[in-house]
C-alpha cells in the first residue's frame, strides 16, 4: 500500500552522513534531465561475473541525469528488509537455464557483506508477488565496477545458485539482496546504505532487451511497500530512471 508519508522521505541522498540523521530516502538519483541516447554497434563487455551471460541489462552511467539506484539492502542499522526485483522474458520456444544472478549494486567504499538471499519470482503485479519458484542464500563473488555513483562505489554482485534453474516461456522477477549479518565483520552494514543501480543506455547489454520496460518492483518491510512498481509515480522517478535494472543472469538457453 503506497502511504503519503512517503512523500517526505523520497529525497536526495547526497550523503551517507545525510541519510543517517534523518528518515532514508527509498532511492538515490540526480533529478531527472533528457535521456541518453542507447549505444548501438559497439561490441558488448558485460561485468567478468556473467560467465556465460545470458542476459545483462547494461551498465549505470553515472554522468546521465536519469541514472539512479533503487532500495536493495538488509543493514543492520539504517535499513533493513527491502529488496527490488528486477524482470527477466524468456522468449516463446525458449528454455533457459539459469545457474546465477548478479546485481550492480551501489555501496561504500568497505562494502563487505559475505552473502545474499536470492529470490525469482512468476506473475509479480503491484500490491502481488505472485509466487517465488527458487528462493535460498548462498555466498556472493563481488567486483568492483570502477564506477562511482552519488558518493557510492559500484560493485556487481554475483550469488551462484545451488542447482540450475530451468525456466520456459513467460515473464520472471529476479532479486538478490546482500545480507549484513554481522556487524564486527562486516563493519560497511553499520553505517552504509545498498542501491541496485539503473541503466539508461543499456551499454554492454546482452540481449538487453529481453528486460520489460518499467517493470521493476520493491518489496520492503522497512518502507511498508509491498511490490510497489517503481514506476509507480508515488516513488518519485520518471519513467527513464524506472525503466531498466542494470542486473543480468549468469547461463545459457536453447530452443
Same mark, same amino acid.
Given at each position: 500500500? =503506497? @502511504?503519503?508519508?512517503?512523500?517526505? +522521505?523520497?529525497?536526495? %541522498?547526497? !550523503?551517507?552522513? %545525510?541519510? &543517517?540523521? @534523518? =528518515?532514508?530516502?527509498? #532511492? ?10 542507447? @549505444? ?14 545470458? /542476459? ?10 536519469? &541514472? ?15 529488496? +527490488? ?6 522468449? #516463446?520456444?525458449? +528454455? ?11 555501496? #561504500?567504499?568497505? /562494502? ?70 554481522? $556487524? ?15 541503466? +539508461? ?12 520496460? $518499467? !517493470?521493476? /518492483?520493491?518489496? #520492503? ?6 511490490? &510497489? ?14 525503466? &531498466? ?8 538457453? @536453447? =530452443?
Amino acid at each position: 500500500m =503506497k @502511504k503519503t508519508l512517503f512523500a517526505t +522521505t523520497l529525497v536526495l %541522498a547526497l !550523503s551517507l552522513t %545525510a541519510a &543517517a540523521q @534523518k =528518515k532514508p530516502a527509498i #532511492s538515490q538519483h540526480l533529478g531527472g534531465g533528457p535521456a541518453q541516447e542507447a @549505444k548501438t554497434g559497439l561490441p558488448a563487455t558485460p561485468p567478468s561475473l556473467c560467465n556465460p551471460c545470458l /542476459f545483462y541489462g547494461g551498465d549505470l552511467n553515472p554522468l546521465d541525469p536519469n &541514472a539512479a539506484g533503487m532500495s536493495d539492502e538488509n543493514t543492520l542499522i539504517i535499513v533493513g528488509g527491502s529488496s +527490488t526485483y528486477a524482470a527477466f522474458n524468456v522468449p #516463446s520456444g525458449v +528454455t533457459a537455464s539459469i545457474t546465477g544472478i548478479l546485481f550492480n549494486i551501489q555501496a #561504500s567504499a568497505n /562494502f563487505d557483506p559475505q552473502s545474499a538471499t536470492y529470490d525469482v519470482r512468476t506473475d509479480v503485479i503491484d500490491g502481488n508477488g505472485g509466487n517465488s519458484i527458487a528462493s535460498g542464500s548462498g555466498n556472493i563473488t563481488v567486483a568492483t565496477t570502477g564506477r562511482n555513483f552519488i558518493g557510492l562505489n559500484e560493485f556487481t554482485v554475483l550469488v551462484t545458485l545451488p542447482t540450475p534453474l530451468s525456466i520456459g516461456t513467460g515473464e520472471y522477477w529476479f532479486n538478490i539482496t546482500p545480507q549484513c549479518t554481522n $556487524g564486527t565483520t562486516d563493519g560497511s552494514c553499520n553505517q552504509g546504505r545498498i542501491f541496485l543501480s539503473n541503466t +539508461t543506455e543499456f551499454t554492454n547489454g546482452v540481449l538487453f532487451k529481453a528486460q520489460p520496460a $518499467g !517493470s521493476m /518492483f520493491l518489496n #520492503s518491510s522497512f518502507f511498508q511497500l509491498t511490490f &510497489a512498481n517503481w514506476c509507480d509515480a508515488a516513488l518519485g522517478f520518471n519513467a527513464q530512471q524506472c525503466n &531498466a535494472a542494470s542486473f543480468g543472469l549468469v547461463g545459457t538457453a @536453447k =530452443k
